[in-house]
């Protein structure tokens, strides 16, 4: 069983990467960390007799089922907002949501102390944060586990629940499609 | 899950190289995310660290079986505990059977015995010196009440 302390330093060592997975997702920041403490709380209170070497797994596995639970919970909200929005007015909404607005403006709050060099990098991390974020969702979650998590195609396939052979496929064609579009807008890493 | 950067042989070393990369800025960018993410991610950690299911011991739980009278003695443990359970349930079952056929043989004798009276009423009206028939006619109605009378 893993201990308080040992669950801590887990869950330490993940948060972060937790956080940018779910914000690649719902691409919302306090959805995103709304999501990671449900995801926290939930390996904590249900499996947090588990030995520490099940808990990565489980996190992993938890974590994609509660962004499907946002986005089925999304879903069902935008059902009814819609059902809604049709009966009364209509006034101008936000929809067009731009990933790179969003992000340049986020950088822009802590590019302050910054050489160019450093304004570059942050500019190119920035751009590849986009890139990732555009790759579709299932080859976003196996390119991120397989290689980001360090899970092998076993892990990965059983937190996705599908075929080795399809994490394969997703991660192989992710990075192909990242490739190709880091290089097109001539970003080296 | 293992710590290093897993590799199999299909993949090429291109696409593992830049998965490397990939890894690396990814990386170094949570690395600097502002304090006020890093704090709400430890405030969540500690939460769930607050909630976190307690060791649960293997107990093996056993029902209790208690009865007027021998309350608390059927419990299992030692040979006298055991056997007096089984006594207790033998104990139960016979009464029961006795009610049973006791219930059924009282069912059947009544059943024999409203038989038998039926039987002889049929005897004594069908033995009888006057007709059946006489009964339904109103006029030996009249004769038996006059004479009655």
């Given amino acids: 069983m893993a201990t308080d302390k040992e669950l801590s330093e887990f869950l330490e060592s993940v948060e972060r990467r937790a956080f940018k997975q779910a914000i690649y997702a719902v691409r919302n920041e306090e959805s995103a960390l709304d999501i990671v403490q449900d995801a926290m709380i939930k390996l904590s209170e249900k499996y947090g007799d588990k030995p520490k070497e099940e808990i990565p797994l489980l996190f992993q596995r938890i974590l994609q089922n509660t962004i499907l639970d946002f986005f089925r919970r999304e879903k069902v909200r935008n059902t009814w907002v819609s059902l809604f929005s049709n009966m009364v007015t209509r006034t101008d909404g936000n929809d067009d949501f731009d990933i790179l607005e969003n992000f340049e403006s986020e950088e822009g709050s802590q590019a302050s102390e910054s050489s160019a060099d450093k304004v570059e990098r942050e500019q190119m991390l920035t751009i590849l944060d986009a890139e990732i974020q555009k790759l579709p969702a299932r080859q976003r979650e196996a390119f991120l586990m397989r290689y980001w998590e360090d899970m092998d195609v076993a892990e990965t396939a059983s937190a996705m629940g599908c075929s080795e052979g399809s994490v394969k496929t997703h991660c192989s064609r992710a990075t192909s499609a990242l490739a190709k579009s880091l290089k097109a807008l001539g970003i080296q890493l | ?149």
């Fill in chain 2, 1 to 149: 899950m293992k710590n290093t950067f897993n590799h199999t042989p299909l993949q090429s070393s291109a696409e593992l190289e830049f998965a490397y990369k990939v890894r690396r800025a990814l990386d170094e960018q949570v690395s600097s995310l502002p304090a006020s993410t890093t704090d709400r991610l430890a405030a969540a950690r500690k939460l769930a660290i607050a909630r976190k299911k307690p060791e649960t011991a293997l107990y093996a739980t056993a029902p209790e079986r208690r009865l007027a009278g021998v309350a608390g003695s059927a419990r299992g443990g030692n040979p006298f505990n055991d056997s007096l359970s089984w006594m207790v349930r033998v104990g139960i079952i016979i009464p029961l059977i006795v009610l049973v056929v006791g219930a059924f043989g009282i069912y059947k004798y009544e059943e024999a015995r409203r038989i038998d009276e039926l039987a002889d009423l049929d005897a004594a009206v069908l033995s009888d010196e006057l007709p059946l028939n006489a009964y339904l006619d109103h006029g030996f109605d009249t004769y038996l009440n006059k004479h009655g009378e």
